[in-house]
């Protein structure tokens, strides 16, 4: 019970969730990060290889940030670059340049900036190039044109003997999610790729985009598709479509199916994850409300995991990743499960309940990207036997909710000559088919209303005497902001500092970055990302203690932050606003309780704890403290520098 409160308290205290830990990350992963100390230009947005949803059928454009850092402000310039759809140079979209008036931002007394800027960029594949005032440059690879996310079971996932449509070009443009799933507590592990395999399935983790190349030889469509499956083929017709009009179309694709699940599954982890929330996505994550029941964000039994709560991975990808690249549809291939509950008799089973169901699922994801489009499949084909309920339910979807559009009429059609041997999953003919159906069908699902994509919250700082800086982000506020330190490796995979719900000063000792969760109860990365580190005067005023001795404010630190083998004490300052027990307890990252205070009745003002480091030194990387008094409950992480 120990360990399950220490992980829920991870993030129901933290503002939004927690980031996965800091470690060493690859080379790979270096392009669109932070790094510390910098040497050269970063892009913190775009992510390399991301797609951003444009905003019409045919051309059409998005609006773009660029967001990042450069070593010397003096001179810097940046150029976007058009390719083709293998990454070839074709024309520059626009010529090497000055930054646009207003973007850059100096840092400290430094030679160092961080820069802003947003502009519309017509639909088509680039590299944006950043250079600064020496001959340092950083590029990236982004897009304009369709983003897709895959939700239903087997068929849409990727399963049985096939794993592609032999012959499909490789094409640059065509690009997938890369964010692998696995264990959640599994972090120090990365794919064949050397991206790290965080997981997004289940909280506490959470990430941004890694995104890259959809091919035979890097198959994945995170979080749950592990197979290019027919979208290889299906992104390279889209990509190819509007060549006579000399526009290559990039594609990109998240993959939220989970084979095996029922429409059952779907609407019982929507209660589930709602239950989590008090019915409300805007709210933080509820303890009480969920202590005696199985709780689908923690680790368990993954055997178990994805056909009970396949709603998980969907509802974490939309209100984050749909939310910053934009969503054309979701396309939803499911429906075989309820020809086998039918099939079997299952007890308590109605298929007049698919509709209700699927319509919740719809509406669910639509509470917080409204509108969002569908693009559903007729499909109940399982080992060889069809059933009519089945479709006739997917039918009344059709017609009576709105944005919703046929991917495919046709799967059931899809007979053994188009299946594996099980007769069930699709074969090469059977991926080839429904690859050309879907494309045959793009009008009307391009007809309807794409979700846009929302500019990152721009990040602004602000020297101070103590502790450095000032962040705030963009005049608009947001429900949430939590935000996070760069500390050896690129800022956006860190462990986080002081949260402020607000603009308040925090420490921010070798940069910042972050992310906020908006008023629909939608995630957004910070940008840009900014390093302090190794960077003359950039770095202001951060070393004095704060002020705590006269405080009433209930807001706590730690004191070396950072800390090391060489300092005696780690020391939590913390104030009351009146007379109150407290208790603080210090966690390693597993959950082991380290350390343990309980005093009754502190007077109000300013106090302080402190702990020998000596009892931190098998912590690993990192300590987790809680603070709880009987007005305020708070959670923190202190890293552990070896």
Same mark, same amino acid.
């Given at each position: 019970?120990?360990?399950?409160?220490?992980?829920?308290?991870?993030?129901?205290?933290?503002?939004?969730?927690?980031?996965?830990?800091?470690?060493?990350?690859?080379?790979?992963?270096?392009?669109?990060?932070?790094?510390?100390?910098?040497?050269?230009?970063?892009?913190?947005?775009?992510?390399?290889?991301?797609?951003?949803?444009?905003?019409?059928?045919?051309?059409?454009?998005?609006?773009?940030?660029?967001?990042?850092?450069?070593?010397?402000?003096?001179?810097?310039?940046?150029?976007?670059?058009?390719?083709?759809?293998?990454?070839?140079?074709?024309?520059?979209?626009?010529?090497?340049?000055?930054?646009?008036?207003?973007?850059?931002?100096?840092?400290?007394?430094?030679?160092?900036?961080?820069?802003?800027?947003?502009?519309?960029?017509?639909?088509?594949?680039?590299?944006?190039?950043?250079?600064?005032?020496?001959?340092?440059?950083?590029?990236?690879?982004?897009?304009?044109?369709?983003?897709?996310?895959?939700?239903?079971?087997?068929?849409?996932?990727?399963?049985?003997?096939?794993?592609?449509?032999?012959?499909?070009?490789?094409?640059?443009?065509?690009?997938?999610?890369?964010?692998?799933?696995?264990?959640?507590?599994?972090?120090?592990?990365?794919?064949?790729?050397?991206?790290?395999?965080?997981?997004?399935?289940?909280?506490?983790?959470?990430?941004?985009?890694?995104?890259?190349?959809?091919?035979?030889?890097?198959?994945?469509?995170?979080?749950?598709?592990?197979?290019?499956?027919?979208?290889?083929?299906?992104?390279?017709?889209?990509?190819?479509?509007?060549?006579?009009?000399?526009?290559?179309?990039?594609?990109?694709?998240?993959?939220?199916?989970?084979?095996?699940?029922?429409?059952?599954?779907?609407?019982?982890?929507?209660?589930?994850?709602?239950?989590?929330?008090?019915?409300?996505?805007?709210?933080?994550?509820?303890?009480?409300?969920?202590?005696?029941?199985?709780?689908?964000?923690?680790?368990?039994?993954?055997?178990?995991?994805?056909?009970?709560?396949?709603?998980?991975?969907?509802?974490?990808?939309?209100?984050?990743?749909?939310?910053?690249?934009?969503?054309?549809?979701?396309?939803?291939?499911?429906?075989?499960?309820?020809?086998?509950?039918?099939?079997?008799?299952?007890?308590?089973?109605?298929?007049?309940?698919?509709?209700?169901?699927?319509?919740?699922?719809?509406?669910?994801?639509?509470?917080? /990207? @409204?509108?969002? *489009?569908?693009? +559903?499949?007729?499909? $109940?084909?399982?080992?060889? !036997?069809?059933? %009519?309920?089945?479709? &006739?339910?997917?039918?009344?979807?059709?017609?009576?909710?709105?944005?919703?559009?046929?991917?495919?009429?046709?799967?059931?059609?899809?007979?053994?000559?188009?299946?594996?041997?099980?007769?069930?999953?699709?074969?090469?003919?059977?991926?080839?088919?429904?690859?050309?159906?879907?494309?045959?069908?793009?009008?009307?699902?391009?007809?309807?209303?794409?979700? /846009? @994509?929302?500019? *990152?919250?721009? +990040?602004?700082?602000? $020297?101070?005497?103590?502790? !450095?800086?000032? %962040?705030?982000?963009? &005049?608009?506020?947001?429900?949430?902001?939590?935000?996070?330190?760069?500390?050896?490796?690129?800022?956006?995979?860190?462990?986080?500092?002081?949260?402020?719900?607000?603009?308040?000063?925090?420490?921010?000792?070798?940069?910042?970055?972050?992310?906020?969760?908006?008023?629909?109860?939608?995630?957004?990365?910070?940008?840009?990302?900014?390093?302090?580190?190794? /960077?003359?005067?950039?770095?202001?005023? +951060?070393?004095?203690?704060?002020?705590?001795?006269?405080?009433?404010?209930?807001?706590?630190? &730690?004191?070396?932050?950072?800390?090391?083998?060489?300092?005696?004490?780690?020391?939590?300052?913390?104030?009351?606003?009146?007379?109150?027990?407290?208790?603080?307890?210090?966690?390693?990252?597993?959950?082991?309780?380290?350390?343990?205070?309980?005093?009754?009745?502190?007077?109000?003002?300013?106090?302080?704890?402190?702990?020998?480091?000596?009892?931190?030194?098998?912590?690993?990387?990192?300590?987790?403290?809680?603070?709880?008094?009987?007005?305020?409950?708070?959670?923190?992480?202190?890293?552990?520098?070896?």
């Amino acid at each position: 019970m120990e360990n399950f409160v220490t992980y829920f308290l991870l993030f129901v205290c933290l503002c939004i969730t927690t980031v996965s830990y800091g470690q060493s990350v690859p080379a790979y992963q270096q392009p669109g990060g932070v790094y510390d100390p910098p040497s050269k230009p970063t892009i913190s947005w775009p992510r390399t290889h991301s797609v951003f949803q444009r905003n019409a059928s045919t051309g059409g454009s998005a609006t773009v940030t660029f967001a990042g850092q450069v070593i010397n402000r003096t001179g810097a310039q940046y150029r976007i670059e058009k390719l083709d759809r293998f990454g070839g140079y074709v024309s520059d979209e626009v010529t090497l340049q000055s930054l646009p008036t207003g973007s850059m931002t100096q840092l400290g007394t430094s030679t160092s900036g961080y820069y802003y800027f947003s502009r519309s960029v017509p639909t088509g594949w680039y590299r944006f190039t950043i250079k600064d005032g020496t001959t340092e440059i950083r590029q990236i690879k982004f897009g304009v044109g369709e983003v897709f996310f895959i939700a239903g079971q087997s068929n849409a996932q990727g399963a049985g003997g096939t794993l592609n449509i032999p012959g499909t070009p490789d094409l640059d443009c065509v690009v997938s999610s890369k964010n692998i799933s696995m264990e959640v507590n599994q972090l120090a592990s990365y794919d064949s790729k050397g991206r790290p395999r965080y997981t997004f399935n289940g909280y506490p983790n959470i990430l941004p985009p890694t995104m890259g190349v959809l091919t035979s030889s890097d198959p994945n469509i995170a979080p749950n598709g592990t197979r290019p499956w027919f979208f290889q083929s299906f992104g390279a017709q889209i990509a190819t479509s509007e060549l006579g009009a000399g526009r290559t179309v990039p594609v990109a694709f998240f993959n939220t199916a989970m084979g095996g699940s029922s429409i059952a599954n779907w609407k019982t982890s929507i209660d589930k994850v709602r239950a989590m929330f008090l019915g409300n996505y805007t709210y933080d994550m509820a303890y009480l409300a969920t202590q005696f029941q199985h709780n689908p964000w923690l680790p368990h039994d993954y055997d178990n995991f994805d056909t009970r709560y396949p709603y998980i991975p969907l509802k974490n990808y939309l209100s984050s990743f749909a939310h910053m690249f934009g969503a054309r549809a979701v396309l939803w291939h499911q429906g075989e499960a309820e020809t086998h509950s039918i099939n079997i008799s299952l007890p308590g089973y109605s298929v007049t309940d698919y509709r209700v169901k699927l319509k919740a699922l719809i509406d669910d994801t639509r509470s917080y /990207l @409204p509108g969002l *489009p569908w693009a +559903i499949c007729k499909v $109940s084909y399982l080992t060889g !036997g069809t059933n %009519s309920s089945v479709i &006739a339910e997917q039918q009344n979807v059709y017609s009576t909710y709105s944005n919703i559009s046929w991917a495919s009429e046709n799967s059931d059609t899809y007979v053994a000559s188009h299946r594996d041997p099980d007769n069930t999953h699709f074969n090469v003919s059977g991926l080839t088919a429904i690859s050309n159906e879907i494309y045959a069908n793009r009008s009307s699902i391009f007809a309807k209303t794409p979700i /846009l @994509p929302i500019n *990152p919250a721009r +990040i602004y700082l602000a $020297s101070t005497m103590w502790p !450095g800086y000032q %962040s705030a982000t963009t &005049a608009a506020p947001h429900l949430r902001y939590e935000w996070h330190n760069s500390i050896h490796v690129p800022s956006f995979y860190q462990i986080g500092v002081d949260p402020p719900y607000d603009s308040t000063v925090f420490e921010a000792n070798y940069g910042v970055s972050g992310f906020v969760k908006t008023f629909s109860g939608n995630l957004l990365m910070m940008a840009p990302g900014v390093s302090f580190w190794g /960077l003359s005067g950039a770095r202001i005023g +951060i070393e004095p203690l704060p002020e705590m001795a006269e405080s009433k404010s209930e807001k706590s630190y &730690a004191f070396p932050n950072p800390t090391n083998p060489s300092e005696e004490v780690l020391t939590i300052y913390f104030g009351l606003k009146e007379t109150s027990n407290i208790s603080l307890k210090v966690y390693d990252r597993q959950g082991r309780l380290l350390e343990q205070v309980s005093k009754e009745k502190m007077p109000a003002g300013g106090h302080e704890i402190k702990f020998p480091v000596s009892s931190l030194k098998n912590a690993g990387e990192m300590v987790i403290y809680h603070l709880l008094t009987e007005e305020h409950n708070e959670t923190k992480k202190v890293l552990l520098v070896k």
